[in-house]
């Protein structure tokens, strides 16, 4: 489904996170261990299936805690047996830390800034470090999630997109939850303008 999975790190302390991890969680390790980084989170930007599959393989092999928002902690660990199924997944463990609007996650002097961003989820975050916000698949490239799927609705998540991602400096990269569009990344100036459905 051309997921995204992201590494965050910080090489001077060898701390690491992982942003939804669905699936490669072996090659996801190898790339933090060729960084020198230690995974200690699993972040999810929300608690669809497919952004969380990799969790209990990720948290066996690292031992890392799994946070999330708290209106997304409940899909965690109650994902139908048919939806699991049906993307080959395994079921995730339950979170360790649970995060709200504001609060902060971090790996040595790495910080990134939870950004509550339902309409996608009810419990749909962003993350954002200068220069840079993980949007989930609340903002894509040249798109926007999906809101008709339980907890979804459109009219939240346009109020997300633009008072909490369009707020944020033009410069700011994107980095979607897929890789959707026609390129893997944007920033916040050029969704303003060119995204059509933020017209």
Not at 70 to 88: K, N
Not at 164 to 174: A, G, M, N, S
Request: hydrophobic letters at 35%; proline letters at 6%; charged letters at 20%.
């Amino acid at each position: 489904m051309a997921i995204f999975a992201y590494i965050v790190g910080d090489e001077a302390s060898g701390e690491g996170l992982v942003i939804d991890p669905a699936a490669n969680v072996d090659g996801l390790i190898s790339e933090a261990q060729k960084k020198g980084l230690t995974i200690k989170y699993i972040v999810n930007t929300h608690g669809h299936v497919d952004h969380i599959s990799g969790n209990q393989d990720m948290k066996k092999k690292t031992g890392a805690q799994i946070i999330i928002h708290e209106a997304d902690a409940d899909m965690l660990i109650s994902t139908p047996s048919m939806v699991l199924r049906m993307f080959g997944a395994k079921p995730s463990p339950p979170a360790d830390i649970i995060v709200k609007e504001g609060d902060t996650i971090s790996v040595g002097q790495v910080t990134l800034r939870v950004i509550h961003t339902p309409g996608h989820t009810q419990g749909g975050m962003s993350l954002y470090m200068d220069g840079y916000v993980f949007t989930g698949d609340t903002l894509f490239v040249g798109g926007v999630g999906r809101t008709d799927l339980p907890g979804g609705s459109w009219s939240v998540m346009s109020r997300s997109i633009r008072e909490k991602l369009l707020t944020l400096p033009d410069d700011t990269v994107v980095l979607p939850g897929h890789n959707y569009g026609p390129s893997p990344t944007s920033t916040i100036g050029r969704e303003r303008k060119a995204n059509t459905f933020l017209r």
